[in-house]
């Protein structure tokens, strides 16, 4: 629970601090998580999560392309308002949800689960294996995961936190043998501030028999 409560008080504080377009992460378009959504092949009507999506633009670009079942969850109520008020009437609808996703139960299950540097800070790797168990119980067999952290040569830290960078072989490592790494990109991510940070991406399938 202390960690929670840690964790919570570190992003709480990072979103009440900064504009939502100062945050090192911050991305006017996120093309590449688009780009790896389209090529689910799943139409408009797929349960869509961005795990940790923070202010993410990315719900505004999924409601601008149809989708009608996005749901953004993150530990930090302060990114989820800064979204909602960007979004105005249009944040109607989505399903916004202030937890942490280590502690999470979920209600209901997703077709496309979409985390952008959020897997990267679970340094633990009891932290890794919590989130597989959510990720689990979240994602409906078949479905398909999209995971973005830093990758082996990028930054070591992220948010004034250490991380864990992985290639997209060592993610597909830690969901372990229930997912099917389907495709890899990265991405040389440049910050608000200049820096470029390199990412890999994985999306990977849930296998239907686990
Ligand atoms: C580096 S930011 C990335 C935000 C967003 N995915 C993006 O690409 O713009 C990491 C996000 O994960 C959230 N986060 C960190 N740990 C979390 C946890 N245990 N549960 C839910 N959200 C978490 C933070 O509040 C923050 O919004």
Redesign the pocket.
Same mark, same amino acid.
């Given at each position: 629970m202390t960690e929670t409560i840690d964790?919570k008080a570190h992003?709480q504080g990072v979103y009440e601090r900064k504009y939502e377009d100062e945050v090192s992460?911050?991305?006017a378009r996120p093309a590449l998580s688009l780009q790896l959504i389209a090529n689910t092949g799943l139409g408009r009507d797929a349960a869509i999560i961005?795990a940790?999506?923070?202010a &993410?633009v990315l719900v505004d670009y999924l409601l601008d392309s149809g989708h009608a079942d996005v749901t953004v @969850? #993150?530990?930090?109520s302060a990114?989820l308002e800064k979204a909602r008020a960007r979004l105005g009437e249009r944040a109607a609808h989505v399903q916004w949800i202030t937890? #942490? @996703? @280590?502690n999470w139960q979920p209600p209901r299950q997703y077709d496309i689960w979409h985390d952008?540097?959020?897997f990267h800070?679970l340094t633990a790797s009891a932290d890794r294996q919590r989130y597989v168990e959510v990720l689990k119980r979240a994602l409906k067999p078949g479905g398909h995961v999209i995971i973005a952290t830093f990758a082996p040569d990028g930054p070591e830290k992220? &948010?004034g936190l250490p991380v864990q960078r992985h290639s997209p072989e060592s993610i597909a490592a830690e969901l372990g043998d229930g997912f099917e790494l389907v495709e890899a990109a990265d991405e040389h991510h440049i910050t608000p501030a200049g820096k470029v940070q390199h990412f890999n991406y994985a999306r990977l399938r849930r296998r239907e028999n686990t």
């Open positions: 964790r992003w992460w911050y991305q961005d940790g999506g923070g &993410s @969850l #993150d530990i930090a990114a937890a #942490d @996703l @280590l952008r540097a959020v800070f992220c &948010s």
